[in-house]
């Protein structure tokens, strides 16, 4: 099911789980990733979470800035992916986020 699992991989995982409020988020992800890795990725949550809404690219970009590319792949990952947005998005949702 997991194409990507490796060892390496479930250890930064394992990192993440053990983040344990906002403030470790921004200093972990600050020191792990660029600003701008980070905003690509807080982007795409955004594209799937306008495309779950059911916006359509037009609107989306518009919105977020992100690219009819960036769109694309979101959607595909919704429609054929593993799960992984429409998880979090549910979750994001019972939480009012």
């Known amino acids: 099911m997991f194409q990507m699992k490796n060892e390496s991989l479930d250890r930064f995982f394992e990192a993440i789980l053990k983040l ?3 403030d470790d988020c921004y200093r972990f992800f600050e020191d792990v990733c660029t600003v701008k890795e980070i905003r690509e990725i807080a982007q795409r949550l955004d594209v ?3 495309l779950s809404e ?7 970009s518009a919105t977020t ?5 960036t769109i694309s792949r979101v959607n595909k990952c919704l429609n054929y992916g593993s799960g992984g947005y ?3 998005l549910e979750k994001l ?3 009012g986020k």
């Open 93 to 95: 949702k019972e939480s």
């Open 20 to 22: 344990e409020d906002m």
């Open 54 to 60: 059911g916006k359509n690219y037009q609107e989306i």
């Open 48 to 50: 799937a979470k306008y």
């Open 65 to 69: 800035g992100a690219s009819t590319a």
């Open 86 to 88: 429409k998880n979090m």
